[in-house]
DNA sequence: GCATATTTGTCCGTATGTATA
DNA sequence: CTATACATACGGACAAATATG
């Protein structure tokens, strides 16, 4: 049986540190999470993970702090930090969120003198997911559709909003984490990611919001069922 | 001349926990900061805090952590930290995010079949506030003009947004602590939140979404004045 | 239900590094 | 440039709560 300790101690050195080293082990269990590597509804023990970073108790604790107000981890007091569950309450809460948010980007998107710039850059990204689709890279397909989402709520000009939906989307691949075939989600998602960026061009916004609603609904149907099924409720 | 010990010891006693004793020390700071008693700017040094709060300096840091998480206070490396200054460009960046997210609440409001209940508690926040007005007490008419824009938002129904406009609106408390004189701020948006608790209660989408936008902006320009002359740009 | 072991929660002492007077 | 104050980080210790047998 493989520890934590084990599984860290891959993929992390002498922890790089421009930065306090707390935010630095933060950082490190950001990616070993959103990497899918510390499994959702793992316990995270400060004593293991601690020798594997190579840092003290104290420091892990305030790197827990830290995830746990990001959303990443639970606190359960007395018993310890763990891996977020994302259950379907959550998934469902998440895209009431998207829906009510994506569409300020996509108005402001269109509302930009610099629309043709915003849009060509959301046509970037789409056109690497698809490379990365042919290639069956479906991980970095996954990467790229969060990436897609993510300018267009920048693009709203929020630095609130931006930080807020952040946190959403690696909450969001939590979720995605705990699919057992990545494919079948994010295959459908493709096109609609390019439907949209050719709505985009166009200029037309009614069909852009009605696209990225349909887009919405179909993802959060998807992830329902799977999530729907898991052990939590 | 005061301490930050001297001024904490009287508000705070043993520190009540039914939570871990960091979280307890961080809604301590909280309460603290937004009741002004903090002053923004000023540096919150481990050794006193720990002492006043009766804590350890380990436990004050997990604190320091949390709350520079929500951005009410601000850590630098190898400086300590200090409460947030918030300047012309802090208040820009909220005001943006508030023209964006409150329009969803009112939107929200307005499509919502409870739209009576809503409207009506709406009502009530303003009318306590008018109360404490006719009382003189401007910082309770700030408290509820806060609670006012928050349940505005709450209706929107998505939990990650009321949590970031929560935190935004701790944050625009610390803009509200650098006035002089909080009368000729808070004065005219009490008839501004009765004007679209009535436009609400009329079910005007125009004229509600209208009367925010006209709050928004007078609220920001009356703020960027009081802030725009202070130490920082 | 009880006793035990494990883990967290908290505190203290201390050494090192960094920024500022 | 030196000195000082402070934050940063570590390791050990014990208490308290939880989990396990």
Request: net charge negative; no cysteine.
């Amino acid at each position: 049986m493989t520890t934590q300790a084990d599984v860290l101690a891959l993929g992390i050195q002498p922890l790089a540190r421009r930065e306090s080293t707390a935010e630095a082990a933060a950082q490190a269990l950001r990616s070993q999470i959103s990497a899918g590597r510390l499994a959702p509804g793992s316990q995270l023990r400060e004593e293991h993970l601690a020798a594997a970073l190579q840092v003290s108790r104290n420091t892990m604790r305030e790197a827990f702090r830290l995830l746990a107000h990001e959303g990443l981890v639970e606190h359960a007091l007395h018993r310890g930090v763990f891996v977020r569950m994302v259950g379907v309450s959550e998934v469902r809460a998440m895209y009431a969120t998207r829906r009510l948010v994506e569409p300020l980007g996509v108005r402001a998107i269109l509302g930009s003198p610099r629309a043709g710039d915003l849009v060509a850059s959301l046509g970037d990204v789409v056109t690497a997911a698809e490379a990365a689709a042919t290639a069956g890279d479906w991980h970095v397909v996954g990467t790229q559709d969060i990436e897609f989402h993510r300018a267009i709520v920048q693009a709203a000009g929020s630095t609130h909003l931006s930080a807020m939906f952040s946190g959403l989307l690696a909450e969001l691949r939590l979720a995605f984490l705990r699919l057992p075939d990545p494919e079948t989600l994010h295959e459908p998602f493709l096109r609609r990611n390019r439907g949209l960026v050719t709505s985009l061009g166009a200029g037309d916004l009614e069909k852009s919001l009605g696209e990225i609603d349909s887009y919405l609904a179909d993802a959060e149907t998807r992830l329902l069922a799977v999530v729907g099924d898991g052990s939590r409720p």
